[in-house]
């Protein structure tokens, strides 16, 4: 039922892509001026289309928003909070049109857009964790502890947020030099940023693998999946948009990519929405009822500690008298 619900749904998304798509790559550039020292942007962003992706992020903030009253999912709170800054963040795009050299308004914006992402990746890695405690699925999980996975990330993020923050402020100067640096630290923190999702991804990965090969009782479990590949989704769409900011950041701040908006528009703004307007669908609230946890998975709610307690800080498969009684469970609710 969750596939045949996604299905108009998805046709939906991919319906507002093409639009979006032809939208970007059927105009041209308003003013392309790589000339302009003064004029960050290089170009004179495109009124219209910054309107309207503005307006589509703000649109999705206000479901998810919807989505966050009524079935609440506090841990979630960061990359609802993001939508609102990145539709700001476009908004400025807008206003700066008519103020091409104001270096304070250029950096309230760069910073909007650039960084809210962060709270996009942040969204992903509690969500992990979030899922794998639902699920009791701590030893998929390993050498991780399902408690500590949306942390590890974090800290990483924090770190290249701070370097991109930076980055970005110094590459506004009007100094070649500083500009310069600033360049090279802000590409460092989006080559951090991109190298730690990748492995976020590559752990999202392994812990649906291990739980498909060794635990298909748990693997069938209806109810979960939807929001699994879900997730696997937005990090696909995100990682496009760190490959592609880390791609236009070694041609500098001048390079062709960067001196042209409908790079960003297609390969930044655009991916980035789809993987939070998957949310608006798939919102974590409606999958993970932790008050109302199914019975079978409270049979062994305390897997994680009862390993650490038996020395087994490795990854194992559930063992034979668990999956006997998760089967038994299952035939009596059937």
């Not at 709270?119 to 992903?124: E, K, P, Q, S, Y």
């Not at 990965?205 to 109810?223: C, H, M, S, V, Y």
């Not at 800080?313 to 009596?332: M, R």
Request: aromatic letters at 14%; hydrophobic letters at 45%; one cysteine or more.
């Amino acid at each position: 039922m969750d596939n045949i619900v996604a299905g108009p749904k998805a046709l939906r998304l991919a319906w507002v892509a093409v639009l979006f798509l032809s939208a970007v790559y059927g105009k041209k550039d308003d003013v392309v001026c790589p000339e302009d020292p003064c004029n960050p942007f290089r170009y004179v962003p495109n009124k219209g289309i910054n309107i309207a992706a503005a307006v589509l992020y703000f649109a999705v903030a206000v479901v998810l928003t919807f989505h966050a009253v009524r079935k609440p999912a506090n841990y979630f709170l960061a990359l609802v909070i993001g939508a609102w800054c990145e539709g700001i963040g476009l908004a400025l795009r807008v206003a700066l049109r008519t103020n091409l050299h104001s270096s304070g308004l250029y950096i309230v914006c760069y910073l909007f857009v650039v960084l809210s992402p962060c709270a996009f990746l942040a969204g992903d890695y509690i969500l992990l964790g979030r899922l794998v405690q639902y699920l009791d699925g701590h030893r998929y999980i390993r050498p991780f502890r399902a408690s500590h996975i949306a942390w590890i990330f974090i800290a990483s993020d924090i770190i290249t947020f701070c370097i991109q923050g930076a980055g970005g402020g110094l590459s506004t100067s009007h100094d070649v030099n500083t500009a310069q640096l600033g360049g090279k630290m802000f590409l460092a923190g989006i080559a951090i940023q991109m190298a730690s999702f990748i492995f976020f991804t590559i752990t999202w990965a392994i812990f649906g693998f291990r739980t498909w090969r060794e635990d298909k009782q748990l693997w069938n479990r209806p109810g979960w999946k939807p929001l699994y590949w879900a997730l696997g989704f937005t990090c696909i769409c995100f990682l496009i948009r760190s490959i592609y900011r880390t791609i236009e950041l070694s041609q500098g701040y001048v390079g062709y990519i960067a001196t042209h908006e409908r790079f960003y528009l297609g390969l930044d703004c655009l991916p980035l929405l789809f993987g939070i307007a998957t949310y608006m669908y798939f919102w974590p609230g409606k999958y993970l009822h932790f008050e109302n946890k199914p019975e079978s998975l409270e049979k062994f709610p305390n897997r994680e500690e009862e390993d650490l307690e038996n020395g087994n800080d490795g990854y194992s498969a559930p063992n034979k008298t668990e999956n006997a009684n998760l089967q038994s469970l299952s035939s009596k609710r059937s």
